[in-house]
């Protein structure tokens, strides 16, 4: 009797540290997805129109990957972070950090001139993404 006694409590505590240890490997599989930030792929296309995709996510932090398809090297904004100058046909990872839903405008700095940038002359270069 005293041998089946043990034994059930020796099955108890190891049931005990197997439960703790997929919990924790759960917990810290949770942990490391939410903190993998979204990457939002950016394109500056060639009439100027900025496009996202996707064209909505959560606030956070979030790479940027912006891809310049211009025929012409331009920098880029949104939300207080500028690139350096990206030439044609390349692309530029930025990090950036939205704080609040809401819709941010992107844009072309070095296209402030509307004579600049004659693609776009009467809107200029811009675009919009939403942050949840």
């Known amino acids: 009797?005293?041998?089946?006694s043990i034994s059930l409590a020796s099955v108890a505590i190891v049931l005990a540290v197997v439960s703790v240890i997929v919990w924790t490997n759960s917990a810290s599989s949770k942990t490391s997805a939410t903190n993998t930030p979204v990457v939002v792929k950016v394109t500056i296309r060639p009439n100027l129109l900025i496009t996202f995709s996707p064209k909505a996510f959560h606030r956070g932090t979030v790479v940027l990957r912006v891809t310049n398809r211009n025929d012409r090297a331009h920098s880029f904004t949104i939300n207080g972070v500028t690139t350096k100058t990206i030439n044609p046909e390349r692309t530029l990872l930025?990090?950036?950090t939205f704080?609040?839903?809401a819709?941010?405008?992107a844009a072309l700095p070095d296209c402030g001139y509307l004579s600049m940038c004659p693609e776009r002359p009467d809107q200029g270069a811009v675009g919009s993404v939403?942050?949840?």
Do not use: C
């Open 94 to 96: 930025v990090t950036v």
């Open 130 to 132: 939403k942050v949840t």
């Open 99 to 101: 704080k609040r839903a």
């Open 1 to 4: 009797m005293r041998s089946v």
């Open 103 to 105: 819709i941010y405008t």
